[in-house]
């Protein structure tokens, strides 16, 4: 999905993401850096295997079928315009990855696009990718996690069409087994931070109630 103003083309993920997942923002002409539960045997040393442990387990909150609904915001003041959709999200490989494929509309227009999410042991980060029909580019996203909050933070630095860099900041909160939101900012050179898309996940055939 992917938010265009008069000079730049914005797309919001999550990679929806979830990665939502998901998703996620990306500038056009950017080259950039039902649920299973995993394993619960975590490996004996992660950091220099390839097997799932404990971090991977938190991404299972984002598995499963989601009905997708938010807003997204082209610049700062500008009027919201209407995202609605699907994600499914699964793991594969093991279990080591999750893989999201979401269709919808934006602003009456259809997009689709595919994220991927993981932790790796050895960098000890999260890390999430994004692709969509909007742009030729793959977005990637290194990430944390916080526990108390039950949120992931993460942040990608990429070039607009004009060679200049954008920063963004993208928050995925677990509301609950049924319900997470993502809230995607961007950082434009000399301007403030804009508040490009906020998304709510639902999972499908799952009546929930907002918590917040």
């Known amino acids: 999905m992917e938010i265009r103003s008069l000079s730049t083309r914005v797309g919001v ?41 404990t971090e ?8 499963g079928t989601w009905d997708v609904s938010g807003q997204c915001w082209a610049k700062v003041g500008d009027t919201a315009q209407s995202v609605t959709g699907t994600d499914t999200s699964e793991w594969i490989l093991g279990q080591r990855f999750v893989k999201s494929h979401a269709r919808g509309t934006k602003a009456s227009q259809p997009f689709e696009g595919i994220g991927m999410m993981g932790y790796d042991n050895a ?5 999430a990718t994004w692709q969509d029909t ?20 993460f942040k990608g630095d990429f070039k607009d069409d004009k060679g200049q860099t954008v920063s ?18 961007l950082t434009m050179s000399g301007q403030p931070e804009l508040k490009a898309a906020e998304l709510v996940f639902k999972r499908t055939g799952v009546k929930t109630t907002s918590a917040h």
């Open 123 to 127: 960098r000890r980060e999260y890390q």
């Open 168 to 185: 963004s900041r993208r928050l995925l909160e677990v509301m609950s087994n049924d319900q997470h939101k993502m809230t995607t900012y």
């Open 13 to 53: 993920a999550g990679a929806f993401v979830a990665l939502s997942l998901i998703s996620l923002a990306t500038v056009d002409g950017a080259q950039q850096s039902s649920a299973t539960s995993p394993p619960a045997t975590k490996a004996a040393d992660p950091s220099r295997s390839g097997q799932p442990g």
């Open 56 to 63: 991977h387990q938190v991404l299972n909150a984002l598995v």
């Open 134 to 153: 909007d742009c030729t580019g793959i977005k990637m996203e290194t990430g944390t996690y916080d526990a108390a909050s039950k949120t992931f933070t």
